[in-house]
């Protein structure tokens, strides 16, 4: 566990990517390979989940530290982090750490799940014995689930392609996917050579970057495609081996999720692995991201769910034709492959491809960016005809160019700390616009947005204006105003405002405004009607 732990606090404390890489190759260089397997299984996203009580860990915490809960409240709040918490507030009865791997500790942790309270208390109490400050943090990191670093995956397959002298596209693809720590090993996982590539493992994901000066820049217009940027769930349809597999960008197979397109096992060639957006469609055409929200996370897939927001895949790559990986192919190459495959697909409205835009110079596309919130679209993707289907986000040759967020002005209300180096200040905020009463009614929380430098002096703001403490929560004084940007808006039942926005972001901080001058719930309403 040291040798993690010690990576952990190193990674944290450096902002550095070639010093991260470093890193964490020197990790993977080092440790043993069961250590490198559940390593691994932490920095892509898979946290395993140990049944424990975050109540009761706090009132075990306490209790072996020797003090009220109050006072570990306080502490708590004024540290940011459960884990760093207890792992201060413990007495130190091991200062060198514990002799166990990090593949022993999670051994030890997956014992929990079939444990009474009682044994689970000795249990994690025994551990907190036995580990370092530093090691009791990670560990407790572990055992909630809350284990974060501020390390892409990007970095994590860049690392171990240099440790493992393997190109990093085929790390990358190894990574992805459905694959368990307790049913693999490092070397069947990454150092196979083809033998663990299974039926249902996606291709990494091309991402594309903003445009940020003129479109025009990109040079010729006639070297690009140009296609409606959608808002739905970008996913990839696999259909290898009799069987049919829809994954999502997030890495989540989710097949059982949109039974509308489980005809396409059925019609699908062998060894077709297709790119694009899950989007809910009506009548031709996409329907707002709003609807499509009405079916995520659901279990249960009712009829009249399935009525009102039934699904389509609108495809925009193939990455594999029979069987072969064809990401090397141009773009124009590969679209060309798509549309015959989609001319042999029995004609139907569950599967349609994504219309490529006709344009012959950039004016044109400039005319028509206004209308893509009215064809339900986040603006424009641009995609160089002459590229190859790229891992990650590579600049050059897929840009997106998006409409600018809907937006409000709104009042700073509500403040709490932040997490990791930013404990001690007030970053994650809660903003509200006036009320049909005159009164200030919370809308929306965001917590990104501004400089080091702006934060700086918003927490000054904040501790010399705090009118009252909920917990870690601060109501503050209403006086700062900032644009509050986000990408859509719909109505909710759940929300005081009786709105809910989506992906809110601070978009300046608006000194030259007094609070009075922020928007209304009025404002809000208009924007949800126009975008309806």
Avoid at 76 to 96: C, K
Avoid at 107 to 132: C, F, N, V
Avoid at 202 to 216: H, M, N, R, S, T
Avoid at 377 to 396: H, P
Wanted: net charge negative.
């Amino acid at each position: 566990m040291k040798q993690f732990a010690d990576l952990f606090m190193n990674l944290d404390r450096t902002n550095k990517t070639n010093a991260k890489v470093d890193l964490l190759k020197n990790y993977f260089l080092n440790a043993p390979d069961n250590d490198k397997l559940w390593a691994l299984t932490l920095f892509t996203g898979r946290r395993p989940s140990f049944k424990v009580n975050r109540t009761q860990v706090k009132e075990w915490a306490a209790e072996e530290a020797g003090i009220p809960m109050w006072l570990f409240q306080e502490s708590y709040h004024s540290v940011g982090d459960l884990g760093e918490t207890i792992s201060l507030l413990l007495p130190r009865t091991s200062l060198g750490g514990s002799d166990k791997s990090l593949a022993e500790w999670f051994h030890y942790l997956g014992m929990l799940p079939g444990m009474t309270d009682e044994e689970k208390r000795d249990h994690i109490m025994q551990a907190w014995m036995q580990l370092s400050q530093h090691e009791t943090f990670v560990f407790n990191k572990l055992l909630m689930g809350s284990f974060r670093i501020g390390v892409s995956q990007t970095l994590v397959v860049r690392a171990l392609a240099e440790a493992t002298e393997t190109d990093s596209n085929v790390i990358a693809h190894r990574v992805m996917g459905q694959w368990d720590p307790l049913g693999t090993t490092f070397e069947q996982l990454i150092l196979d050579k083809g033998e663990n590539d299974n039926a249902s493992r996606p291709y990494p994901f091309f991402l594309a970057y903003p445009i940020e000066g003129d479109v025009a820049d990109l040079g010729e217009a006639g070297d690009w495609f140009a296609e409606w940027k959608w808002d739905g769930i970008r996913s990839q349809i696999i259909y290898r081996g009799n069987e049919l597999f829809i994954w999502t960008r997030g890495e989540e197979l989710s097949t059982e999720k949109f039974p509308e397109l489980h005809f396409l096992g059925n019609v699908l060639p062998e060894g077709t692995v297709l790119d694009g957006e899950i989007v809910t469609y009506t009548d031709g055409r996409p329907m707002p991201f709003n609807v499509l929200q009405t079916r995520i996370g659901r279990k249960n897939l009712s009829k009249k769910v399935l009525e009102e927001a039934p699904v389509a895949f609108l495809a925009y790559d193939m990455l594999e034709a029979n069987g072969v990986d064809i990401r090397g192919l141009t773009q124009e190459q590969r679209r060309t492959e798509l549309e015959a495959l989609h001319a042999n697909v029995p004609a139907q409205n569950y599967f349609n491809l994504s219309p490529l835009i006709d344009f012959k110079d950039w004016q044109t596309l400039r005319d028509l960016h206004p209308q893509s919130r009215e064809n339900i679209a986040e603006g424009f993707m641009i995609k160089r005809k002459a590229s190859t289907y790229q891992v990650g986000r590579k600049k050059g040759d897929w840009w997106k160019w998006k409409i600018d967020p809907l937006s409000v002005d709104a009042v700073l209300i509500y403040a709490q700390k932040g997490s990791g180096r930013r404990a001690e200040l007030f970053t994650d905020y809660t903003f509200a616009v006036w009320g049909d009463d005159g009164k200030l009614v919370p809308f929306a929380k965001a917590y990104s947005g501004l400089t080091d430098a702006e934060i700086g002096q918003v927490d000054y703001f904040i501790k010399r204006n705090v009118l009252e403490k909920f917990g870690p929560v601060r109501t503050v004084k209403p006086e700062l105003v900032f644009e509050i940007g986000f990408e859509g808006i719909n109505e909710s039942t759940r929300h005081k405002s009786g709105i809910a926005v989506r992906f809110p972001r601070i978009l300046r901080w608006r000194k030259d405004k007094k609070a009075e001058e922020a928007d209304s719930l009025r404002s809000l309403r208009e924007i949800l009607g126009n975008y309806k």
